[in-house]
């Protein structure tokens, strides 16, 4: 049966229409769109599509590595010590250049036994712990102000980051025309529930995965939760994290692409992957956790709502 034209005019209306409601938010301004184009689509070839991290056997002749210190800044808001305390262990193993890191703990008012896992855990990486008041923000920005590397790596503290991260951030902001680098985004499979073990829910994060990666390579739009890391030099520049309380990652990244799109720089997004914990899918659900993220960005590109409102909707 042959459809009238009436109606396919309708169906691609609404696609596009669709279509620009979803990206819509993401889209950097469109006086920067024709930068937008030939800055991300020339680099099919380039070097951020290598393998750029090292394994064992590697590291060893990678004698040529510019040699920076890694500041490694996590807050932490009631992760709970048993928890806090594996990712803790994990970083520590994940980390080869330990004497060329260093951790900076965040507390952003935990009121359990998160801050224990301090005591239980014997790492190798040297160790700071700071305070901050309630907030994503408040609490980058003290975690930044403590630091003392040349790169800062603003990491979740349930994000699980590849081996040798700390030489391929060296290797990658090398180039001074890398502004922000951040990981191929993954959810952690390897710790779920019943309910989220089916294949049917693990389909659904592998969709998931491909379309945030396709964000954020093609849209220089990476999420905190892909572990952003600048030069320290090029943090300062730009102004710094700001003290919001929520979308704080959303804000800095967009600030960071509006400039290197200006300016002909770029955001790196590495082809390592950087894996989140899926807790909060398995909690909320694929759907209405995607939903309620594009309507905190759509909220607060479009309706101009204050990341303090979205702050207390979500935590309500």
């Not at 990678?62 to 210190?69: I, R």
């Amino acid at each position: 049966m042959k459809m009238n034209s009436s109606i396919i005019r309708r169906i691609v209306l609404g696609g596009v229409v669709g279509t620009g409601l979803y990206f819509g938010p993401f889209l950097p301004n469109p006086i920067l769109w024709p930068n937008a184009v030939l800055n991300v689509f020339p680099h099919r070839n380039h070097k951020h599509r290598q393998k750029l991290t090292l394994g064992p056997e590697e590291v060893s002749q990678n004698a040529e590595m510019p040699v920076s210190k890694v500041s490694i800044i996590i807050p932490v808001y009631n992760e709970g010590a048993i928890n806090f305390g594996k990712s803790l262990e994990r970083l520590d193993i994940s980390t080869h250049g330990k004497s060329l890191a260093e951790v900076v703990i965040v507390d952003a008012g935990c009121s359990d036994d998160t801050m224990a896992a301090l005591d239980s855990v014997d790492l190798k990486i040297p160790l700071k712990v700071t305070k901050s008041s309630s907030g994503r923000g408040q609490a980058l920005s003290a975690g930044a102000e403590r630091a003392t590397g040349d790169i800062l790596l603003f990491l979740h503290a349930d994000t699980v980051l590849p081996y040798g991260y700390d030489d391929t951030l060296r290797q990658n902001l090398a180039d001074k025309s890398v502004l922000m680098s951040a990981f191929s985004f993954e959810i952690n499979k390897e710790n779920l529930n019943e309910d989220g073990s089916n294949s049917s829910f693990v389909n659904s994060l592998k969709r998931l995965e491909f379309f945030t990666n396709i964000r954020a390579r093609y849209l220089w739009l990476p999420y905190g939760d892909q572990a952003l890391a600048m030069r320290k030099s090029a943090y300062k520049s730009i102004g710094g994290v700001r003290n919001l309380k929520m979308m704080e990652d959303f804000e800095m990244v967009s600030r960071v692409r509006r400039i290197a799109l200006a300016s002909g720089g770029r955001i790196e997004i590495l082809p390592d992957k950087a894996k989140c914990s899926a807790r909060r899918w398995e909690k909320n659900g694929i759907v209405r956790n995607s939903i309620l993220n594009w309507t905190f960005v759509a909220a607060y590109v479009w309706g101009g709502i204050s990341p303090d409102k979205i702050f207390e909707y979500y935590y309500r």
